[in-house]
Structure formats: C-alpha cells, structure tokens
C-alpha cells in the first residue's frame, strides 16, 4: 500500500503529467522539454528524476547530448504496473487534448519539432554554408581559433566531437586531429562536414605563424 501511495503521489502532480504526456510523443532533451513546458530547467529535471526513479522514463546519451523518453517494458526500466496504468493515462491524455494547457504545450512541442528538423537539414544537409550555422555553442569557434594563436600546433583529440564543428575549428591550428564519437551516424555527418570544407579550402590544418624569436 505505500509503494501505491507514493506512486500516485508521483502521478499526481500536473506538470509531471504533462511532462509524461509530451514524452509520449517522442524522446526530447532538457531544453526542448523545458520549452514546450514553460518550467524553470532545474523544475524539469527534478521531475524527470523522479520519472526516471520511478520506471516511467528512460535517459539515452546520444552525440552529446542526454534525451529522454518512455520507459516501454519492465526490461527496459518500466515497471510491471505500467501495463495498467499507461492505457488509463492515455485515455486521460486524449480526452484532454482540448485543455488550453494541454493545447500551448502542443503548439510548443511542434514549434520544437520544427525547429529541430529544420536545424539537421541545415547542419546536415549537402548545402551546408557557414552563413547558415545555427548550432548551439557557436562560441567554442571563436575560442578555438583565439586558442590557434597562443598555442604551438599540436596534436588534439576532439571526444564526443559530434557533428565535427568544433573538429574543424581546431584543424585551422592544429598539427593533426583525432574526432572521436559513439554515434556512428553523427560519424557520418561529421566526415560529410570534413569534405566540404575540405572542397571549400577551409579545413587544412594549418598552424600559426611562429612567435619571433627573443635574443
């Protein structure tokens, strides 16, 4: 009775509802769960621990980044009780599809969607152009080349380079660059990134010219 107790209780909170109702959905990260929420960062993943605990969500690493979604099966962290609970959560979810908050955070998960779409076409996409560059963290490029002149070329290794931006950067400076990912399909984005700039003239590494010598 108190595993079932505190179960409910879990259940019983509605931004925890409407955060298992957007999972759902699909699988998001932190971010896009925070923006279709509208809830502080540090509310979200408080309650996605939770979740987790519980069994009702999974957290996947993938080229980088930490995603979220719904646990499916005992064997995969949910728990035997989901195959009661999730059919009634479901019609619950359905039969408030025309809540206003339920109808915002539709609207907002779309917008995220789209977003995201839009930004693997762009980073991933055979058109590819600098110009175009919307990925996040934009500011490692300029430290990369600032760290090009105060630095000898050397040997660096890029781990968890994922799609290869910051890769390229330090081939501007560096001697010679390993790129290092578990994500065999990010792998592949990042080569595809590597040849074009490498077509555009742009990806030969090359080191800074040399400090003069004092006497």
């Given at each position: 009775m108190k595993a079932a107790s505190a179960l409910y209780r879990l259940l019983g909170d509605e931004a925890r509802l409407r955060l298992l109702r957007v999972l759902s959905r699909g699988r998001l990260n932190v971010t896009e769960l925070t923006g279709v929420l509208g809830l502080a960062q540090s509310g979200v993943s408080r309650h996605l621990g939770l979740l987790k605990d519980a069994g009702f969500v999974v957290e996947e690493k993938d080229a980088g980044f930490t995603y979220y979604r719904l646990a499916t099966s005992p064997n995969d962290g949910g728990r035997p009780a989901d195959a009661v609970l999730w059919p009634m959560l479901t019609t619950q979810f359905e039969a408030s599809a025309a809540d206003p908050a339920v109808r915002a955070d539709e609207a907002r998960l779309q917008e995220v969607l789209r977003v995201r779409?839009?930004?693997?076409?762009?980073?991933?996409?055979?058109?590819t152009r600098d110009a175009r560059q919307l990925v996040p963290g934009r500011s490692w490029a300029a430290w990369s080349r600032a760290l090009g002149l105060l630095m000898p070329p050397l040997k660096v290794a890029d781990l968890g380079c994922g799609e290869g931006y910051l890769t390229i950067e330090a081939a501007r400076w560096a001697s010679h660059v390993i790129a290092v990912d578990r994500s065999d399909a990010v792998l592949d984005r990042a080569r595809a990134l590597a040849r074009r700039r490498r077509g555009a003239g742009t990806s030969r590494a090359r080191a800074p010219p040399a400090p003069p010598r004092r006497s």
């Open positions: 779409k839009e930004n693997f076409e762009i980073h991933a996409g055979p058109d």
